[in-house]
């Protein structure tokens, strides 16, 4: 595993959880530094959304520990961590600007949330500069409704950056999207990433769209099996690995070590491969 | 030539079809009226429409000769502000306790079972011991209407609130938002449609229990007056009376749902 080093944001130790006899994780053991970008791919099933939902908040760890700058990671969602799902991730009954200014809102505390006069006048600003960078500057009045799928998790990325998190959680957010529209998503977070300097967890299928995105990579899979009681032991980080995403070399190399995957049950992303 | 199942009528096919049961059964009405009045012209049974629009006439234009009311206007502004002062106290206690019992566990844990209890108590049963309590006036009728649906609606909205996907709720909470701002800034306003909805399903109910309570204790009102005139088997004025209490139990209806259309757009387009 990795070296400790002093920006570590994420700390993950002998981490398990386990649902009454069925084991999802155990053993995972990481460290993740500030500004890292990971992409976490496996099979459905294998935990890797599990993961992600501990470091959100609404599941807790039943062995080890999940620290969040040294500390447990608190129980519940916090302004820290923002979310994108794969969807529901808006507010259906508000506008694209309305879903954006009632993030600003609830950053404010208050009994409701809503805001009046200059605050509301400085967070339209916000909002719309926020919408505007990620090209949604020309349906400012429209319901998530009326927008295509791309567009909608384009104005979930906006709500959640402009509450500026530390952590950004996206929970296979492109999956439910077209090839094309995917190609422009990823422009768009790798920007964002960079413009934000933000430490990016993201699930997905995609085995492919986890080496071009990502900076680093976790595989997660079950090391022990057990053909008589298949939840008997959890998944685990089996590959871990740093990926440039501009150096084509390493990309190859990377490509040929995670070859043998497909063999080891990761059906998911056997057939992205089989394109190369 | 389609199989009957895939075969659709057109657009005036749809309306002459709709309209053609009305048609019999005004025909088969009027025939059964005619028959009966060639035998005997004082039959009350089958009043013709001629003598029941003379009835109306009388009950809408022409002052009571006992208190100067004009009945028919009286009656139906009497029951409708009864109807609505039940519905309206429902709807609020209603959306008050399904909200909080559908997305707080703590206060689901307190009230759910007595919530599921409560509105398995036929509300009937409970109209002789609000005249005891609360006398025979006009608080009786309303709470009656009121304690009748309340049950409904809050169930009902306290489901439509457990459909709110979670992942809102989490959404929110990432944003920084407090249970308070989640309740009013994320549930409350997807439910107000729902809340409308559950008013037009529960307003039949709305009807029965005030047309009951009028009928055992009151000096007006719609329902009053149809259990009045049996007495003197007037269906020239109770046939009448029941048709214009469905007009305006349709029209109420319309009215709601298009306020729904008109209030929550995102809405509408979202469940069609």
């Known amino acids: 595993m990795m070296t400790e080093k002093q920006a570590t944001i994420i700390q993950a130790k002998n981490l398990g959880k386990r649902y009454g006899n069925d084991v999802i994780l155990e053993r995972v053991s990481v460290n993740v530094e500030e500004g890292e970008f990971i992409t976490l791919v496996g099979a459905s099933g294998c935990g890797k959304s599990t993961f992600l939902k501990m470091i959100l908040g609404i599941e807790s760890a039943t062995d080890g ?45 208050s009994i409701s949330g809503y805001l009046f006069g200059k605050e509301r006048r400085i967070a339209k600003d916000e909002a719309t500069e926020m919408l505007e960078q990620v090209g949604l500057s020309h349906a400012l009045g429209r319901y998530p409704h009326e927008l295509s799928g791309g567009m909608q998790q384009r104005l979930a990325i906006a709500q959640a950056l402009i509450c500026k998190p530390r952590i950004l959680l996206l929970d296979e957010p492109f999956g439910a999207l077209d090839p094309g529209i995917r190609a422009d998503m990823h422009a768009l977070v790798l920007d964002l990433w960079r413009k934000h300097k933000l430490t990016v967890f993201m699930v997905t299928h995609d085995l492919k769209e986890g080496f071009y995105l990502g900076s680093r990579l976790w595989v997660f899979d079950k090391v022990r099996h057990d053909p008589h009681a298949p939840n008997a032991y959890g998944a685990s980080i089996t590959y871990d690995l740093m990926v440039g995403q501009t150096s084509t070399p390493l990309y190859k190399e990377i490509d040929n070590r995670i070859r043998p995957i497909p063999a080891i049950s990761i059906d998911a992303v056997s057939v992205p491969l089989e394109n190369k | 030539m389609k199989k009957f199942i895939n075969a659709k009528p057109n657009r005036t096919n749809t309306i002459l079809l709709g309209l053609l049961p009305f048609a019999l059964l005004i025909l088969v009405y009027m025939i059964g009226s005619d028959a009966r009045l060639a035998i005997n012209p004082s039959d009350k049974l089958l009043p013709s429409f001629s003598h029941m629009g003379e009835s109306m006439m009388r009950m809408a234009f022409e002052p009571s000769k006992r208190t100067g009311d004009y009945l028919f206007w009286q009656d139906t502004l009497s029951s409708l502000t009864r109807l609505g002062a039940g519905v309206l106290i429902a709807a609020c206690i209603g959306l008050l306790v399904g909200v909080l019992t559908g997305s707080l566990p703590f206060v689901s844990a307190s009230f759910s079972p007595l919530l599921t209890v409560v509105s398995l108590v036929p509300p009937l049963a409970l109209l002789p011991i609000l005249f005891i309590v609360v006398g025979l006036g006009e608080v009786s009728k309303i709470a009656l209407i009121a304690i009748g649906i309340t049950p409904f609606i809050a169930r009902d909205i306290q489901g439509r609130t457990q459909e709110i996907p979670s992942e809102q709720l989490v959404k929110a909470q990432t944003l920084g938002a407090s249970t308070s701002q989640i309740l009013i800034r994320v549930i409350l306003p997807q439910i107000m449609p729902k809340l409308i909805d559950a008013v037009r399903l529960s307003l039949g109910s709305g009807w029965l229990f005030l047309i009951a309570a009028e009928a055992i204790a009151s000096t007006d009102g719609l329902g009053y007056r149809i259990f009045l005139v049996r007495r003197y088997l007037s269906m020239d004025v109770i046939l009448p009376y029941v048709a214009w209490i469905t007009l305006l139990a349709f029209l109420v209806d319309y009215l709601l749902s298009k306020l729904n259309q008109r209030l929550f757009p995102w809405n509408y387009e979202v469940s069609s």
Not at chain 1, 81 to 89: A, K
Request: charged share 20%; net charge negative; proline share 11%.
């Open chain 1, 65 to 109: 520990e999940l620290l969040l700058d040294g500390k447990p990671i608190p129980d519940e969602p916090g302004s820290d961590r923002g979310i994108v799902f794969q969807q529901y991730s808006v507010f259906p009954h508000m506008t694209v600007l309305e879903n954006v200014i009632a993030a600003k809102g609830f950053q404010k505390p």
